[in-house]
């Protein structure tokens, strides 16, 4: 069964420039996550989707971040203009609604904004 | 409000060493899910195991054992008879029933020599 799939793997960009990141998560995952992991830390959740609704968007800049998730299965995150502070990895994670299931993550999308 | 410490940034062992990652936690809730993942310089976060609060049952998995204690809150991780593959960033996580996503510590990052 496949896992998470991300694309693009890795993006470089110049600053104030738009960039998009496409996520397909696992079949069947009703939940979906996207998390942005700077250097050296652990991922810090923007956004997560029960199916096409956002339930949980609090972490996400808004002013400059945007998702979606139109028919509850592939999700885009955008970001529009980048800005240097926003070179991370952003990955994308999916699971089966409910509490305790597990998370599974993508292998993520590396961003450098020069 | 959730936190996870990891206050080991760094370790270094020699193949065939056991070696203990320290995971703790903090959270109001009840009823919460504990999460251990591997990252490897691909950058995948790979599940390795979950725990829910009410089963402080010790778990062993081939190499790979993790002990919860909950009146420390504590979940730590030992891998025995260290190998070289065994060099990743792991990852303690905690998910409350409240907020259905994960909160992650900094990660420790296990460098095996061989």
């Known amino acids: 069964e496949a896992g998470v799939v991300q694309s693009p793997r890795y993006k470089i960009i110049e600053k104030k420039q738009p960039v998009a990141f496409w996520c397909n998560p696992i079949?069947?995952?009703?939940?979906l996550y996207w998390y942005r992991q700077n250097l050296g830390q652990g991922p810090e959740l923007l956004i997560r989707?029960?199916?096409?609704?956002?339930?949980?968007d609090s972490q996400l800049p808004k002013d400059r971040f945007s998702a979606e998730r139109l028919k509850g299965v592939d999700s885009t995150l955008k970001i529009q203009p980048a800005e240097l502070g926003d070179s991370a990895v952003y990955l994308c994670?999916?699971?089966?609604?409910?509490?305790?299931?597990?998370?599974?993550f993508g292998e993520g999308s590396w961003l450098t904004v020069v | 409000a959730q936190k996870v410490t990891q206050a080991q940034t760094e370790i270094s062992v020699v193949e065939k060493e056991d070696v203990t990652l320290d995971c703790v936690y903090e959270?109001?809730?009840?009823?919460?899910?504990l999460f251990w993942y591997k990252q490897p310089p691909s950058g995948e976060l790979v599940f390795l195991i979950r725990?829910?609060?009410?089963?402080?049952q010790n778990e062993i998995s081939g190499r790979y054992s993790w002990n919860f204690q909950k009146s420390t809150s504590s979940f730590n991780f030992t891998i025995t008879a260290s190998q070289v593959v065994d060099s990743a960033v792991y990852f303690c996580?905690?998910?409350?029933?409240?907020?259905?996503?994960?909160?992650f510590g900094s990660g420790t990052r296990l460098q095996v020599q061989p």
């Open positions: 994670a999916s699971s089966e609604t409910g509490a305790g299931n597990t998370i599974y």
């Open positions: 079949s069947g995952h009703n939940t």
């Open positions: 989707y029960e199916n096409e609704e956002a339930v949980d």
């Open positions: 959270t109001r809730d009840t009823t919460y899910y």
């Open positions: 725990r829910n609060s009410f089963d402080e």
């Open positions: 996580a905690l998910k409350a029933t409240g907020r259905r996503a994960l909160t």
